[in-house]
């Protein structure tokens, strides 16, 4: 057995940590969690190496092995070591976002009692009352009574402490201070497995009444004769029938982990009726995955093309083959509804991963992978190590879509990962988007991607014809500031007096952007953040969209007490009142992060709108995404183009996506959809192309923009933080790097900054930034190595210094 073992453990540093195996501890394996002391805590992490070379320090031992294989296989740990390279993250924190069993291992703190601490509580007990009798002992109080919890010298966990005790956090921090009592980590696993009960039918003969005889006829009507408790409870009928039955011997109750599933749903046979472009890129995407050859591949298809049918087909010739097929979709994207979907099309063999399961679940679910109990999994960023055996396809959904980008460290982009991914395991993958990335369109012109295409709506529908209304002549003509185009009000009339249905995109939530004082100019701000505060009607309060400060609605300015103070701008909760008072007939719904709190709001919505008890949806970007609602036949875009003033070099592409998607929503029924594209920048070409339906276009003209700046795909972007909660720090450390990067050799790479960043002050912290080009990224990435090595030498926390590779938000 090896002595000893390198660990990555889930800390801001660039190292993995050595440790001893003890004698009479299972052995660990490379892939595996281990649980070890790190400074003054218990850590898990995740065994990176097994050796006999001794350090030069006494190493620790490992406490706990917590499993016998690997939890992560060979071919993942790789793909972690090439993120922690590519991306400059630390390779525990990487193996930390690839692994989600984070649940099972418990924070837990406890506390002894020291000798000083006895020496103090003898000492008061000698002077007896004496205590008592002085002025605010009440603190003091406290801390004896914590003494006396401790006194027989056992550890006691912390909650146990407190509740026996009385005392708070402040009373055990001032105990430690006075070295009276210690800390001890005893974080621990625990069994994270969480059980269903099953009921399951025995025996169906005898005399039942009629709630009774409603659960025996229900389990019959389940294949199997069996269903969860929950089930049942549904039925409405009162938990003490069922233990009648219980007793009766009729019913049998038992406990199975929560991921055991009820009935066996078994795959179906799915039937489209594809195009002929459909079935060539199915083709396509059927026999590269067969081959087990590394295949790039770009579905470039407009909206309403039938992309996801093409994507299910190609997994289910997969599955049929015994292989796995892993499925990315945007944050949005993975609906419950979408979920049932995907049961009905895979059946048990499909699992789900997605934002708003718990870590439990997300647990349950990883194993079941790991179990090869599923072979094709659906989920959104994190997915992606999705341990399934014998990988034969990787496709990214709306591969352009800004949620695949972590913007936390690792700061890696999922549809990269899946690439990179691919090609470790010789697999096929696909991209799909009716709006490719600047960088994937690039890679699919030059050859390094197949480009396959869709370029006809399914069903000869055509796309939505799309008309430009110029607000500024709006304004010239009609002298009324008003959100709404004299053309779009009557288009919207028009559908609503028609049975049809309508979508109005306006992309700021909230009522008013800001509140503005007449008299003294103020605009009010965030106290934690360099941005205006947008004013909610509906909660009558001021939010910071950045950091989510609330404060209440002023009646007058907080700088010089005018009564003069205005709400303006629109945001969609005023666009929702002002549809509300000019079409009162009509039933309207809002769809922005205010009104979708949770998976099951989004859903509804959904839902309702698809059944017709919606007319007309009113929301942010989130209406853009890939919803397929047939009798939506118009799309009004309200504000959008704001986005276009950012100081953002991928602020067309963006806007030019948007406003394609948004478009996309209209006309995918029987009645052809007609799109009303208000703004002040007619003659922007993203705004032109995105009207004309015309991406090829729109990519021409940006890449030769993207080529003469340097920006990517020609140059690798890195954005470099300097953050803190202190301005001096941020300046002082910011003018460090400055120099550093002054003298560096730096050849090929080309930095700029230091510069304030767009919001100068974001939660509280104040942030200055540097932008780093190269056209040679192991060129940028040697340059920004040697540039942490000598924020290290010079101090600067590395917590305050984010490196985001291939950085999408500038901001
Ligand atoms: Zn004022
Ligand atoms: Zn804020």
């Known amino acids: 057995m090896p002595q000893f073992c390198d660990v990555a453990l889930p800390v801001p ?87 989600p069993l984070s649940a099972e291992f418990h924070r837990v703190v406890g506390y002894r009692i020291t000798d000083k601490g006895f020496a103090a509580l003898h000492a008061a ?35 146990t402490l407190r509740s026996a005790s009385g005392a708070s956090r402040a009373v055990l921090q001032t105990l430690l201070r006075k070295k009276w009592i210690a800390r001890l980590d005893l974080s621990d696993v625990r069994d994270a497995t969480r059980t269903i009960q099953i009921a399951s039918l025995r025996n169906a003969g005898g005399k039942f009444n009629s709630n009774q005889k409603t659960i025996i006829t229900y389990l019959q009507g389940q294949k199997g004769l069996c269903a969860t408790v929950d089930a049942l409870r549904e039925l409405g009928i009162p938990r003490s029938t069922l233990q009648t039955l219980v007793r009766r011997g009729a019913v049998e109750l038992r406990e199975e982990p929560a991921a055991f599933r009820v009935s066996g ?70 609906t419950p509804a979408v979920a049932a979907d995907l049961h009905q099309v895979f059946g048990d063999q499909v699992a789900i991963l997605h934002s708003a399961l718990s870590d439990d679940e997300r647990a349950e679910q990883w194993k079941r992978i790991r179990n090869r109990e599923s072979h094709i999994v659906v989920g959104t960023r994190s997915a992606i190590f999705a341990p399934v055996p014998d990988l034969a396809l990787i496709v990214v959904d709306e591969e352009h879509d800004h949620s695949y980008k972590q913007d936390e460290t690792p700061r890696y982009h999922a549809r990269d990962v899946a690439v990179m991914r691919a090609k470790m395991c010789n697999a096929a993958v696909v991209l799909g988007s009716a709006t490719p990335s600047l960088e994937t369109y690039y890679n699919a012109l030059q050859g390094k991607y197949r480009l396959l295409e ?28 008003t959100p709404l185009s004299r053309k779009l009000t009557e288009e919207i009339e028009e559908r609503l007096e028609r049975g049809e249905q309508v979508m109005v995109l306006l992309n700021r939530r909230g009522y008013s952007a800001f509140v503005l004082c007449r008299e003294c100019g103020e605009t009010i701000q965030c106290k934690n953040c360099s941005i205006s505060m947008t004013y909610h009607k509906f909660e009558h309060r001021l939010v910071c969209h950045y950091c989510g400060y609330l404060r209440p609605a002023p009646t007058t300015c907080p700088k010089c007490r005018s009564e003069f103070v205005q709400y303006l701008g629109t945001g969609s909760e ?61 799309v009004g875009v309200v504000g959008s183009d704001a986005a276009l003033s950012f100081p953002d070099f991928r602020a067309a592409e963006r806007t030019f996506q948007l406003l394609t998607q948004v478009a996309g929503r209209a006309g995918r029924g029987d009645v052809p959809g007609r799109v009303v ?19 090829r276009g729109f990519y021409e003209k940006e890449i030769r923009f993207r080529s003469w700046m340097h920006y990517p795909p020609f140059n690798a972007v890195s954005n470099i933080l300097v953050r803190s909660e202190k301005l001096d720090e941020a300046l002082t450390w910011s003018g460090i790097l400055a120099k550093w990067f002054a003298s560096a050799r730096l050849d090929a790479v080309r930095v700029m900054g230091p510069a304030a960043a767009a919001i100068v002050r974001l939660k509280t912290e104040y942030r200055y930034h540097f932008l780093a080009k190269s056209a040679s990224r192991e060129r940028m990435n040697t340059v920004l190595r040697a540039m942490l090595e000598h924020a290290v030498k010079e101090k600067i926390p590395r917590t305050n210094l984010v490196v985001d590779v291939d950085a999408l938000s500038l901001i």
């Not at 603190?139 to 006396?148: F, I, K, P, T, W």
Request: glycine share 6%; proline share 6%; hydrophobic share 40%.
């Open 454 to 481: 869709l370029p006809e709506r399914i069903e000869e529908r055509p796309l939505p014809e799309v008309e430009i209304i110029d607000m500024r002549d709006e304004f010239q003509r009609t002298h009324k500031d």
């Open 13 to 99: 540093l660039d190292a993995t940590f050595t440790y001893r195996i003890p004698e009479g501890l299972a052995e660990p394996c490379v892939g595996g969690r281990v649980i070890v002391p790190f400074r003054e805590k218990r850590l898990c992490g995740v065994v990176n190496e097994l050796h006999d070379r001794e350090p030069r320090f006494t190493a620790k031992s490992v406490q706990r092995v917590l499993d016998a294989t690997s939890a992560l296989t060979p071919d993942l740990m790789e793909l972690g070591r090439w993120i922690a390279q590519y991306y400059i993250a630390p390779i525990g924190e990487v193996f930390r976002t690839m692994l």
């Open 265 to 334: 749903i078994k795959p179906r046979k799915l039937e489209f009726l594809f195009t002929p472009a459909q079935r060539a890129a199915l083709q396509q995407i059927t026999a590269a995955a067969e081959e087990r050859k590394f295949l790039p591949m770009l579905l470039h298809g407009v909206t309403g093309s039938g992309k996801t049918a093409v994507y299910l087909s190609a997994m289910q010739a997969v599955l049929v083959k015994g292989r796995s097929a892993i499925l990315l979709v945007p944050e949005i994207g993975l």
């Open 677 to 695: 594209l208000q703004t002040y920048f007619p003659d922007h070409y993203a705004i032109q192309f995105a009207s004309a339906h015309d991406y």
């Open 574 to 634: 005023k666009l929702e009142h002002l549809l509300h008072s000019m079409f009162p007939q009509a039933r309207i719904a809002r769809l922005d992060r205010d009104t979708v709190r949770g998976r099951t709001d989004l859903e509804r919505m959904l839902s309702a709108l698809q059944t017709g008890e919606i007319d007309l949806l009113v929301g942010t970007q989130m209406i853009a995404k890939g919803h397929d609602i047939p009798n939506v036949t118009l």
């Open 125 to 159: 007990s000698t002077a007896g009352s004496s205590l008592r009798s002085r002025k605010d002992t009440s603190h003091q109080m406290l801390e004896y009574a914590v003494l006396n919890r401790l006194g027989d010298g056992e550890v006691v966990r912390e909650p």
